[in-house]
C-alpha cells in the first residue's frame, strides 16, 4: 500500500536558520503530494501541494518540489522564523477522495 | 466564518461512556473524514463519508460508529469507551484533488 516516510524531529533551529524536511513516499500511479502544517493546540492547515511531477508548491516562503525519479517532495525555507515552530506532515492522496496518507510529522522548534 | 468546526472541543469522560464528537463545513464540500491522532502525533484515517454514503472504513472497533445526516454534518459516536481511545480527532472534509480541510479537533480524554 501506499506510504509516506519523513525525517524524524525534532527538529532545532536558530532564527534565520535553513530548514529541510526530507520526504519520500511510495505509492501506485500518480499521486499528488501535500504538505500540511500543525501550530500547537490547533487543527492541520494546508501549507502547499503538487499535483505532478516537477510542480513546486509554495506558500509563506515553503517550498517543496514534487521529484518522482527520487520519490521525493522535500520541505525547504530559506530563513525560519519563530512563528514556524509546529509540527509539519507531508501527505500523499489520490483522485476520487481517497483519504490521505500521512507521515508520522516532524516537530520543528525554532530558537530566537 | 469557520470552514469546518467540530464540538466540543475537549471531552473528558470516564471508561464505558457513550460520548459524540459532531462536525460541520460549511464548504459545500461532498466528501468527509474522521482522522485519529495518537499521543505521537501519528495521524490515522477512521471513516469517509461521500454525499451522506459510507466508503472507506478502516480497521476501527464497531464501538464507533459515524452518522452522516447530510452532506455538511459528519458526527462519530463511541459506545463504551476505553482508556486506548484517548486522542485527538479530527474531522476533514475536501471537494477534488484531495485538498482536505481540517477542524481543529476534538481531543478525548478517558479515565
Known amino acids: ?112 | 466564518d469557520t470552514a469546518v468546526s467540530q464540538t466540543p472541543k475537549y471531552l473528558v469522560t470516564q471508561m464505558g461512556n457513550d460520548k459524540s464528537i459532531k462536525c460541520e463545513q460549511n464548504l459545500g464540500h461532498d466528501t468527509m473524514y474522521w482522522y485519529k491522532q495518537d499521543s505521537k502525533k501519528f495521524l490515522k484515517i477512521m471513516f469517509s463519508y461521500n454525499n451522506k454514503e459510507l466508503i472507506i472504513n478502516e480497521t476501527v472497533p464497531n464501538r464507533f460508529s459515524p452518522k452522516s445526516p447530510d452532506k455538511a454534518h459528519l458526527n462519530l459516536h463511541i459506545n463504551s469507551l476505553e482508556l486506548g481511545d484517548s486522542a485527538v480527532y479530527f474531522c476533514a472534509s475536501s471537494l477534488d484533488r484531495n485538498e482536505q480541510y481540517f477542524g481543529p479537533g476534538t481531543r478525548l480524554t478517558v479515565t
Not at chain 1, 522564523?81 to 483519504?99: K, R, W
Open chain 1, 1 to 112: 500500500g501506499d506510504s509516506v516516510t519523513q525525517m524524524e524531529g525534532p527538529v532545532t533551529l536558530s532564527e534565520e536558520a535553513f530548514l529541510t524536511i526530507n520526504c519520500t513516499y511510495t505509492a501506485t500511479g500518480y499521486p499528488s503530494l501535500f504538505w500540511y502544517v500543525q501550530y500547537p493546540g490547533e487543527g492541520l492547515q494546508l501549507l502547499l501541494k503538487a499535483t505532478k511531477a516537477d510542480d513546486k508548491g509554495s506558500n509563506k516562503g515553503f517550498e517543496a518540489t514534487y521529484r518522482k525519479e527520487t520519490t521525493s517532495f522535500h520541505l525547504e525555507k530559506g530563513s525560519v522564523q519563530v512563528s514556524d515552530s509546529a509540527v509539519y506532515f507531508c501527505a500523499l492522496g489520490h483522485s476520487g477522495n481517497t483519504p490521505l496518507v500521512f507521515g508520522k510529522g516532524t516537530r520543528l522548534s525554532v530558537i530566537a
